[in-house]
């Protein structure tokens, strides 16, 4: 009887409470648009723990032209991530390779090193910000900054990256000024670097040089 | 004639105030999806003073296990809210009743009291801010902070809230811990409360205590 | 002995959580400059109770022209506000009363009626969203939006007010237009209001007409 | 065959960007509902450089009631503004025209002057903020308060506005009073302008005089 | 001599520049006061690399009572972290142990499970979102949310945290009821638990039962 | 009489508005320390509309190695724009000239062509946006991502920018690789551009090749 009464005031706050649900979190419907704050939201009773749960983030394959990689768990891995403003990577760079510079325009990254000697930074007009890590180094590269990573140490390097967005851009220098089709020219006139070098780098990064008018 | 050029003029004036009216405020669809900014928009042409607009921000049904009840004005309550960051609610404690330990996990509680005596309070770690309100004290609770309501006085007593989302969660302790299916042993290990409390709890709060693997 | 070691270890927890209790919330040292977010925090050990706790939202006296009153609890008021993005205020309308066409050029408002007949609204270029409210009834003001309400029952009429910033501004009309030194030709210049009409305000609320150059 | 490696990688490399390119830019979708943060997003693979460009903010006809014309590239005009927080519009006043009171009720607005004279300003209830300005002059109006424009030399002049907002509104205060169905006898009550200056500025911007109960 | 010209078309740049440096990064000045929107920040000359990095995320000392341990790189460790949104933890457990539930009042928590076994969830009043991770497992826990993490493997378990704050505060569940001055009272009144367990427990955490009035 | 009554509602009203005042503008009081969210506010008695106005949006000097002057009126040059999230500049480029390849790593540029023919693109890793603008055309270079201007014409060219930060940073790719004192040999692991290149650059901008460890 008590019983009854009491079902039905927890009800009532229940009631308040799923639209809370819906609001404390919004686990992205990666299958409807995207919007400037992120992704709509599933329906909350369709939502399970694996919506929070991401895994495989684990050591990538290095055998490629730079001998690194890098493992994403961002809100397109992981819908739990939408509208939280947060999100993680897990690097690993062989010995001798490295994360070329390269920016994140919407989002700061923080560098976790957990295993061998990574030398990184970024740089300002007026200043270089560089030093050389080790496990149990954290770094942080403010949001829009151009910036790289080396492995500095005699093996492997490994570490871990968290973001200030759930759905940070990775955008490599080279390929935003070799791997894509404006003009060697163009690129000349606006990194004053000498037009055969661009040419050799377009070569490398799959750029293809075309007029523009 | 003069008439037609002005009519044309406020014509142009108000193409780009339509636009602005779809920015100036957003009156939710709640057919259509959430998202981390709140639900889309009505067509602006579709919106009425009643989307601005809600009725029965009264007293509610006292006669429950906690001899209280909270009357939302959220956005699922009331379509104008959308995308503004404020909401309402009424709080009525009956004598002796009282709303216990909860959090607003992404909204700050604005308390007005307007009837009656609370003993109201948030705590850390380290303090406990705690005082007892009579009619025109308001007090504020910050997001996400622990915080309980307790009608101290001799009759009933009446509060109106503001809260700092259109939409903010309200998770009551007892039911985060045992009003649903989380094992009485894994709560017993995370709240060093003895087992047999927390069986009794979960009891009374309709949880079923069930294995995990 | 076993209680040093767990002392340790809450000692270690709580310089983490005092971190947390300058974050979770920032008392207002009012003394001190305000900033776009806000007032300088309070040093997190001078923080008492009553930084959280505003005493007097109480009726306010309308013998004056308006038959109205504004009584206030924002961050100057109530230093506990600061940064939490909320407020409140109670409004008094005697009989025949009136808060004349205003704006709240950085908040949104919320208007809880309590007591009497108020008609509220505010207008778009295209439109007008006005309504007669009673007891119970919630209405939302868009931020920015000219709005108005008036005392349009028997009797007197009571109400909270809740906004969306710590520190809402108020901007009469009448105080913008007729209560500052823009000079009267100006005024008639960019309202198409007459110039006598322009004077007769200017001298019930004190601006003095000059000339600019 | 190292070749393929390096595409591989840059495949994996692209395939973080392409997330990232939702996010770093979100192209508006004007077909699509608005949110409160914007529009939905455009598939990436459909968006072109036009999205990112607007023609014409070139010179507005000023032949008109107000000797005026603003011309905008607000978000529906210009869809790659979408989520990004600024806008544009250009200014054309004829000589003896202006701007008349208006407010952007969630947009500051900046106003660089390229061409004659212009005297603006805004106000609040205690001060006045008015200057002339020449070309190379540029002044801000922070969101939300009402302000003017008016061209005081013997030329035309020119200005381009740029907003803190992609859809900023503009509502023009004698169309907020004078050019909606809001009745002559509430105006007047919540302005103190006398009911005959009401209903003849009614008759000049349009407005119905109804009653309401 | 072309030289000199240029030098002075770099001062130019450098200087807006510099403006730049104030901007895109705000290192805290931690000697200073905080607001809602972080630390006042150091002058940009006297910023170094090592604002920008932080020694000692390593494993802590997991002999207390819980047997395990939180380390922390939030903005009070590492200044380069203000305003950014963005900071870390270690999370060190040894076997059987665990950090019991709290919550991180304006944080959303990644945990990066790196070695070993953590059953960890968090709970609405409706659901249960809880799992057993392994090495490479990430679990979200959105801000405000209580939430648990217990070593349920044979071995210790490490885990890297990021937060979406540069100051999260962390919150642990049996200091907020047990570890302070709230009375034994109210805590049961307002918890439902028996008198004796909240005197139990608070015997446990140091909490002292007093009388308010 | 009654106006005194009056004068001291007023007074009432004026209080609660000069709170506003503080709020619904901050100007930066330059002399005092930065913060995440600017500068903080000069007194409000102390406000001038000359703080609101910037004057010398004017022609820049082009005569140098790039042909091409950038003016701000960022907040550092106009406090009234503190907290607001928006600036201005004016661009001048002589014939033949260009604004190399540059970030705002934290705001969205607006670019505003009033006279000459302007070359303008951005890219990501996988598309180049990029259109020869004339005069009424208008462009957006989204937050963080690299950009360039080239006059394409056959005279001068000048345009307005306007940005999404009251104090947006500008960084040249070349002072960012050559202008300071990253090693050579980390630019070019970093970059892939040959050795020679990178001294080369560095030699025209200034940088000092020097060895890190």
């Known amino acids: 009887m008590k019983k009854i009464t009491q079902s039905l005031f927890l009800f009532t706050i229940l009631s308040c409470t799923s639209n809370a649900a819906v609001n404390d979190f919004c686990v992205a419907d990666l ?8 992704y709509q939201c599933k329906p909350p009773n369709t939502v399970t723990v694996d919506d929070f749960v991401f895994s495989g983030l684990v050591a990538g394959n290095t055998t490629n032209t730079f001998n690194a990689a890098l493992t994403s768990a ?10 939280l ?3 993680a990577a ?13 920016t994140h325009p919407a989002a700061t990254e923080l560098l976790i090193v957990v295993e061998g000697q990574i ?13 050389t890590l080790k496990a ?3 770094m942080v590269f403010p949001q ?9 140490g005699n093996g492997k390097a490994t570490a ?8 940070p851009g990775a955008q490599l220098l080279d390929l935003l000024l070799f791997g894509n089709s404006l003009p060697s020219e163009l690129i000349a006139q606006t990194t004053f670097l000498d037009v055969e070098q661009v040419k050799k780098l377009k070569a490398r990064f799959g750029g293809r040089g075309i007029d523009y008018s």
């Open 144 to 152: 829009g900054q151009l910036h790289f990573q080396v492995n500095s």
């Open 136 to 138: 149990g180094d954290v």
């Open 74 to 83: 961002f809100v397109t891995d992981f819908p739990g991530l939408n509208g």
């Open 119 to 131: 030398t990184a930074g970024f740089m300002t007009p007026s200043a270089v910000y560089s030093k």
């Open 90 to 102: 897990r690097l690993d760079i062989a010995k001798g390779g490295s994360i070329p510079m390269h």
């Open 160 to 167: 871990f990256l968290a973001f200030s967005s759930a759905n």
């Open 31 to 38: 299958k409807g648009p995207d919007s400037p704050s992120g």
């Open 85 to 87: 403003g947060v999100s």
